[in-house]
């Protein structure tokens, strides 16, 4: 048991590196895909409960502080630097995975601020604002780091 443990854990970098990257092509191949086939504020229905909208976002999640793309970037590189100093705290297979989601949607959205001045959105619910595939990646990863170390917190 301890053996595939240590194995699992071994594994786990390189899986977690090939999750950041397919998180970060994909985010990234999305917007481009919207970007370059939607004008601004045009919209297609997905399905019933899913339409595709394209919109440039300035601001921070679900767009607030319109307007602040350059602070946004400082935060995203601080966040960033945070992320890597804490690395060796993300041991098990389930936090290097959230870890990798979590860097790849700071990233895509990273690229985005540098890149355009803006964060494209695209994904939009109808009942909640328009989001993209890092902003996900990030919730997620949030998300199950969370719900892991509350699971571990009750088993200790």
């Not at 994909?26 to 019933?48: L, P, W």
């Amino acid at each position: 048991m301890k053996k595939t443990r240590k194995l699992l854990r071994h594994w786990t970098i390189p899986v977690s590196a090939f999750v950041f990257g397919i998180l970060l092509f994909i985010d990234q191949y999305t917007k481009h895909v919207i970007s370059t086939g939607y004008a601004i504020g045009e919209s297609t229905t997905i399905f019933s409960w899913l339409w595709f909208t394209y919109l440039q976002n300035t601001g921070a999640n679900w767009g607030i502080m319109q307007n602040n793309n350059t602070l946004f970037i400082f935060l995203s590189i601080v966040a960033f630097a945070v992320l890597v100093y804490y690395a060796h705290d993300f041991r098990t297979p389930v936090e290097r995975l959230s870890y990798a989601a979590i860097l790849a949607g700071l990233w895509g959205n990273l690229l985005d601020r540098v890149t355009h001045g803006f964060v494209i959105d695209f994904i939009d619910l109808g009942w909640w604002p328009v989001f993209n595939v890092a902003d996900s990646a990030i919730l997620v990863g949030i998300f199950v780091y969370l719900f892991h170390q509350w699971r571990k917190a009750r088993k200790a």
